[in-house]
């Protein structure tokens, strides 16, 4: 029989390479609407689509691990001892791929007491018995021992699990100098980190092939272990019973008894609806397609919905266009402006099914500018750039009422669409057309700016019918005019010091050079400070320091285990490190501020309203909010940022002890509104009751322990937190948190309440109506629920806060308009107003009033402003 005609076998490690595929695809970026992370289900599956096509196997097959104890963890406890905890969000996604392999027919099998390598050496060794083409996928290195002229292991790169590197004997022989078989004899001696195997100590691959090829097999090696001089010699003596113990545990068993026989293997025909109805549930459009093509299924039926076409769109010059505008109204109308060098290049309209288009002209301008500034009914998606590039050209859009992107953030915060396109497949199940970027000449045409409204136009009504009646208001209410002021504010930017910048960055610079030069010194050699792999060598290998939190690539050297090191086992190379890293950061912050600079001396930074779960808004290109706050250093980067020509002064603001305002209006807490209300310090009050002493008694560590208590609640602080954050015993904390909870009771309760309630309806609301989903509140794995339940702590407070800030944002700046002052920055909830000459006293009064008034809460807001030339010197 002729290769081409035998049979091939296609059997695969499935737990093995769906861990790979966790760790090489971002977890953040695939997860359900429903909270079920992907990412591990979803690198397989690709995988395993692209080695059908490729191979095109006549009988596959899908191996698991069931736990991890089996006949080898019995033998020896440790085995695979060190391997850490399963992430959580790789939990779970083990059964939901079974799943989809057996809507594909794929056999998945799996047996107790045995490893899924098990089962691919003994399938594998009665396809080759057959006479069968046999390919093992797998990425534990256990498998090379059962290569041979008709078993091929297809194992990954260290990239995951897209590049697959074969190994037939020959590449066997030419990377490990052995037999296949005898691979697992190089292991027994050397040692194997991932299954916590120790070897001979001093003895590496080099030196086990060695010895390996001089006595011809391990056994006749051990036989001969007193002939073996020096050091390596007596280790190897001392460890015989290792390598003997190492030997029996990797040594795969090919003899396993499985329900199904190599013939029950072939291929069958996927269940079509099954394959559809989870990968639906996955959310795994793009790849659907791949998995009929890979099953040679090519007349699969399209889903029951029908895809429309998009109309055609009228091109009008501008006085026809004036005429349509007219006759729309009053329709909402969805809008879409193209841009060129951020200025608009194209107008699309649609109303219904009609659908028009123009391109940019100054007749065109004057044609929609009355409108576009009028309360007329308006929905744009992704509304924020087109309105900055009608500014730009002179123009202000208002009547807006809706705004997908934002809507379908608010309904789903923890994966929001990225765009328009996003939207259309997962609300309409169709596919938005769109020409490929990468062509110069699309071999599709793209949706035209009237098409695009046209979409906008049903998406946004697929999402009317799904938000709730107070999701929607905090849409409109919050979300819409928040967007049109941050339009404003990033196209005003503002005024930034080139000099004090470059400045400070050539002292960091050299402050650098220096704190590294004194790293040397400290190991008597030069070494990358910004390598973790040689940082790894030095700390834990060379200098012997304790080891850090485990991960993939090695011990963590993160700043924040670097400080833990440094207060545990100090040592002058640590110290430094941590200065030197901080000098670095500053100087990349400072450094990409520097180069934000326009010709006009400003920087215009990109506000993100959909960059949080809880409201908060994030800025980017440069981002504002890793300046750090009250350090020295932070106070000479803030003093850069100056008041602009033609303005009198910068006004900042911000809310005092928000957070905590929020929380006793939310408790009713009568302890906590009593001191809010009083105006008395919070802390001091607070300690006052807890301690059981006059408030003018409370000591500075007294207020210090009872405001890191507060601020913790909020976040759902336990014991051991707060014990670590103030360096006490977590006895001691924990007494505190009773005393604190004797005295505030209310707090106590309405903790636990909302939790409660999240769990019950599946989210948390603002003040506002602002709603999070934490399905993970109900999951039977502990560490994802209790994760869930200290998020869902915070984010009624949080998000509250969040709201308050933009209701105040948008109605300063719209009482600002007419005037010469405006709003240039939201900074770590702070914001900063330059003002025009003369006009100090009205702009105060705006701010005081709105910030005050921006929720009735039953203690008061506090606002606190300071006025300066510059950010740091308008600090309050």
């Known amino acids: 029989m002729t290769d081409s005609a035998k049979p091939t076998l296609l059997v695969v490690d499935g737990h093995s390479l769906a861990y790979r595929a966790f760790y090489a695809l971002p977890v953040e970026n695939f997860s359900t609407k429903d909270g079920q992370h992907t990412n591990g289900i979803y690198g397989f599956l690709s995988m395993f689509v692209n080695l059908l096509k490729a191979e095109k196997p006549t009988h596959v097959a899908v191996a698991f691990d069931t736990a991890r104890e089996s006949f080898r963890t019995r033998e020896y406890a440790e085995y695979k001892a060190n391997r850490s905890e399963t992430p959580a969000e790789f939990k779970g996604q083990i059964p939901l791929l079974q799943e989809c392999l057996q809507a594909m027919g794929v056999p998945v099998l799996a047996k107790p007491d045995f490893e899924a390598d098990d089962i691919l050496a003994t399938l594998a060794t009665r396809g080759a018995a057959a006479g069968w083409n046999v390919l093992v996928c797998s990425g534990d290195r256990d498998t090379i021992q059962l290569v041979n002229d008709e078993i091929t292991l297809l194992y990954p790169s260290v990239q995951g699990v897209s590049q697959l590197k074969r190994y037939d004997p020959q590449a066997v022989r030419d990377k490990y100098g052995v037999e296949p078989e005898m691979y697992p004899d190089i292991a027994a001696l050397v040692g194997e980190t991932s299954d916590n195997l ?4 001093k003895v590496g691959e080099k030196t086990a092939v060695k010895w390996l090829t001089q006595f011809g097999s391990l056994d006749a090696l051990l036989e001969g272990a007193d002939t073996i001089k020096g050091v390596v010699g007596g280790n190897l003596r001392e460890h015989l019973d290792d390598v003997r113990r190492n030997r029996r545990l990797n040594r795969l068993l090919r003899d396993v008894e499985l329900p199904l026989g190599i013939e029950d293997l072939a291929r069958q025909p996927l269940d079509g609806q099954a394959v559809r109805d989870i990968f639906a549930r996955l959310e795994f459009r793009a790849l659907l397609p ?12 399209e889903p029951a919905a029908v ?3 998009a109309p055609q769109a009228r091109e009008l010059a501008a006085p026809e266009l004036a005429a349509w505008i007219e006759a729309a109204s009053p329709a909402e109308v969805a809008v879409t402006v193209t841009t060129l060098a951020g200025l608009p290049d194209r107008l699309g309209l649609a109303v219904g099914d009609e659908v028009v288009e123009a391109t940019w002209s100054d007749d065109v301008a004057g044609a929609v500018r009355e409108w576009l500034a009028s309360d007329a009914p308006k929905v744009l998606s992704d509304a924020k750039p087109q309105m900055k590039a009608l500014g730009r050209a002179g123009l202000t859009l208002r009547g807006l009422t809706f705004d997908p992107l934002l809507a379908g953030w608010l309904l789903r915060p923890s994966f929001p669409d990225k765009t328009l396109a996003h939207l259309v497949e997962r609300l309409l199940g169709e596919k938005l057309p769109e020409a490929d970027p990468s062509q110069l000449v699309p071999e599709t045409e793209g949706a035209t700016p009237g098409q695009l409204s046209w979409y906008v136009l049903r998406v946004t009504q697929a999402l009317r019918d799904d938000m709730p009646e107070q999701l929607l208001r905090v849409l409109i209410d919050i979300e819409l005019p928040t967007a049109m002021t941050l339009a404003d504010m990033e196209l005003a930017g503002v005024a930034v010091s080139h000099a004090k910048l470059s400045d400070f960055s050539r002292e960091l610079g050299a402050r650098a050079e220096a704190l590294a030069q004194q790293a040397y010194d400290a190991i008597g050699h030069e070494v990358n400070l910004g390598s973790p792999k040689q940082l790894q060598e030095v700390l834990f290998e060379e200098l012997q320091l304790p080891k850090t939190r485990k991960t993939k690539t090695g011990y963590t050297t993160d700043a924040g285990a670097l400080a833990d ?6 040592h002058p190379f640590v110290g430094v490190l941590l200065q030197h890293r901080e000098a670095t950061k500053l100087k990349q912050i400072i450094d990409g501020l520097d180069a934000a600079i326009d010709e006009t001396g400003r920087v215009h930074t990109t506000y993100v309203q959909t960059g949080s779960q809880t409201g908060r808004l994030s800025s980017t290109d440069p981002n504002l909010q890793n300046i750090p706050v009250r350090t020295e250093e932070s106070k000479r980067i803030r003093a850069a940022f100056e008041v602009g020509a033609g303005y009198e002064t910068l006004l900042t603001a911000d809310y005092s002890q928000i957070e905590m305002r929020i929380m006793a209006h939310l408790s009713g807490d009568p302890g906590l509104i009593e001191a809010f209300n009083s105006g008395e310090d919070l802390h001091r009050f607070v300690g006052a009751r807890v301690f059981g002493v006059d408030p003018a008694d409370v000591t500075a560590e007294m207020r210090t322990k009872v405001k890191a208590m507060s601020y913790g609640l909020v976040y759902g602080l336990s014991a051991f937190g707060l014990s670590k954050q103030l360096r006490i015993d977590q006895s001691e904390a924990r007494q505190l948190m009773l005393e604190y909870f004797a005295r505030f009771g209310a707090v106590r309760d309405y903790l636990r309440a909302s939790v409660e309630a999240a769990r019950e309806v599946g989210y948390t609301e603002t003040i506002f109506g ?5 399905p993970d509140l109900k ?10 339940e200290r998020a869902a702590l915070n ?8 709201d308050i800030m933009k209701i105040a944002l ?4 719209d009482d600002l308009r007419g005037m010469g002052s405006r709003v240039l920055l939201q900074i770590h909830d702070e914001l900063v107003v330059e003002v025009a000459p003369g006009e100090w006293d009205a702009v105060e009064g705006i701010v005081r009033r709105r910030m005050g008034g921006a929720a009735e809460l039953s203690v008061p807001l506090d606002v606190q402003v300071g006025r300066g030339s510059d950010w740091n010197e308008a600090a309050h």
Do not use: M, T, W, Y
């Not at 791949?290 to 039926?301: H, I, L, N």
């Not at 090191?565 to 100090?570: D, G, S, T, V, Y």
């Not at 948008?810 to 700046?813: C, Y």
């Open 307 to 309: 895809i429309a076409a």
């Open 198 to 201: 120790p070897g001979v100590p």
């Open 795 to 802: 984010a009624p407070i949080q998000g509250s806060a969040a």
């Open 810 to 813: 948008f109605r300063i700046h």
């Open 565 to 570: 090191l440094q207060e545990k086992a100090p």
């Open 779 to 788: 999951s039977p794995n502990r560490v994802l629920r209790e994760n869930a």
């Open 290 to 301: 791949r998995v009929f093509e890979a099953a040679g299924v090519a007349d699969e039926p």
């Open 770 to 774: 602002r709603r999070r989903p934490f």
